[in-house]
């Protein structure tokens, strides 16, 4: 069959041929697998900026819960809460009777009570978007090694095609050699052969006269 020289075509059938294979090997194929084929064959990049991508989608309240999360695990929102509890407890059981909130500060409980209330769902939004960055990553991940995969195994058929083609053509050269070989050989013993048949009788002794009988 004659090679395509449409490049449609062309990449029609490289397409197929890729998908071929992976139906070979892991039998139906899932959409990312198809996906991953096609860019294979079309040559096309697998890998993507997730977080840039997962920026740019991020609404007002996901920015928030992560600004959130990421102040309210860290050390900073550890030693300021401290720092905040103490001048609270401090200045409460000084003041005595006078004080806002004397003990057992029940509208302390009351405060850090509504902050972990509400602190905990926000920390999960973030969680969650997080989780959901990392299944993103994966998969990214996944599309790439399958990607890289398939690109070795092709490239290793175009060496063994290569090296193919090379001992065939080592071997017409080698038999092209043996006839040019076969011909010299040939030609010299031609050449090394008399031309005049009386030149091959040469007699014993030149100056003796032959007797007849």
Request: aromatic share 4%; net charge negative; charged share 25%.
């Amino acid at each position: 069959m004659a090679p395509p020289t449409n490049p449609s075509d062309a990449l029609r059938l490289r397409s197929q041929d890729v998908l071929a294979r992976l139906q070979k090997e892991r039998g139906e194929l899932s959409e990312i697998e198809a996906d991953v084929a096609r860019k294979v064959a079309e040559h096309q990049i697998a890998t993507r900026h997730l977080n840039e991508a997962f920026e740019k989608k991020a609404t007002f309240g996901e920015r928030i819960a992560d600004h959130v999360a990421r102040i309210g695990g860290s050390w900073t929102f550890v030693i300021s809460m401290l720092s905040v509890l103490g001048v609270w407890v401090t200045i409460n059981a000084v003041l005595a009777a006078r004080a806002w909130d004397p003990y057992p500060f029940i509208l302390l409980n009351l405060a850090l009570s509504c902050i972990a209330a509400l602190q905990a769902p926000v920390i999960m939004m973030s969680q969650n978007r997080t989780s959901a960055r990392d299944r993103a990553q994966a998969d990214s991940d996944y599309r790439v090694n399958l990607k890289a995969e398939l690109e070795i195994v092709t490239l290793h058929e175009k060496v063994d095609h290569l090296l193919h083609g090379q001992w065939e053509r080592l071997v017409e050269l080698q038999d092209i050699q043996i006839a040019l070989l076969e011909q010299l050989n040939a030609t010299r013993e031609a050449l090394d052969a008399p031309t005049d048949p009386r030149d091959a009788d040469v007699p014993a002794d030149p100056g003796t006269p032959s007797t007849p009988d």
